[in-house]
């Protein structure tokens, strides 16, 4: 496996669920990150990992509890959501902090119901 | 307040030709610019980045142009192929030792062969 990879791709979920999404970098990257993409919207940074550190929570509200246990995976544990949370949830990594260049996985398509 | 904007959600070139996407910004903070083109089902992948000391960056067929007076820049494609045809995101950070990466809601391009 190369680049960034993202399961499930797809997910349905009532709204008493608990899910959880899973990002893996395969690209020896110290930073990771979650992003929000609704309809009609820019990207939305949710978190970010420095080193396995949260470095950053952009007002994310608790119902997103993300994990990263290494360097290497991401997780987003997903609980009681509401239906406006139903978006694409990308995964991203770079070198470290500042501005290089993220390495974006292909998503998970979530619908909530 | 999107510190990013594109403001055309979509653009029609024909094979061939030039197709210029444009991207505005507001934060005179920023000092480096991305696009990432993204095909339907997958995610983001980057395609060029410039920094505030340039005006211009170029790979191929693709040139990236930046006007910090005007807080603009755009992205040449030429000559343009229906291979191109994708949603095309700009973003910029304020660098430093930040991650917040800003996303504009996208331009999608169709080359038509």
């Known amino acids: 496996e190369t680049g960034v990879t993202q399961t499930p791709r797809h997910l349905v979920m009532g709204m008493t669920n608990k899910k959880s999404l899973k990002c893996e970098q395969h690209?020896?990257?110290?930073?990771m990150y979650w992003y929000k993409q609704s309809a009609k919207k820019p990207l939305e940074l949710m978190f970010v990992y420095n080193f396995k550190e949260q470095t950053e929570n952009n007002s994310v509200p608790s119902r997103f509890s993300p994990e990263c246990p290494n360097s290497s995976h991401l997780f987003l544990h997903l609980h009681t959501l509401q239906p406006e949370d139903s978006a694409l949830y990308l995964c991203?990594?770079?070198?470290?902090?500042?501005?290089?260049?993220?390495?974006f996985g292909p998503g998970t398509r979530l619908l909530v119901l | 307040d999107q510190q990013v904007k594109q403001n055309s959600p979509s653009l029609s070139v024909q094979e061939g030709r030039i197709s210029i996407l444009n991207c505005d910004y507001t934060?005179?903070?920023?000092?480096?610019f991305l696009w990432y083109k993204k095909y339907p089902a997958e995610g983001p992948t980057f395609l060029i980045s410039i920094s505030s000391i340039k005006d211009k960056n170029e790979d191929g067929r693709f040139t990236v142009f930046l006007n910090k007076s005007a807080k603009h820049l755009s992205l040449h494609i030429v000559p343009s192929q229906p291979g191109d045809s994708a949603v095309y995101f700009c973003?910029?950070?304020?660098?430093?030792?930040?991650?917040?990466?800003?996303f504009g809601t996208g331009t999608s391009l169709t080359v038509i062969p």
């Open positions: 973003a910029a950070t304020p660098g430093g030792t930040g991650n917040q990466f800003y």
């Open positions: 991203a990594s770079s070198q470290a902090s500042g501005s290089e260049t993220q390495y």
């Open positions: 690209l020896g990257h110290n930073a």
């Open positions: 934060n005179s903070m920023f000092d480096y």
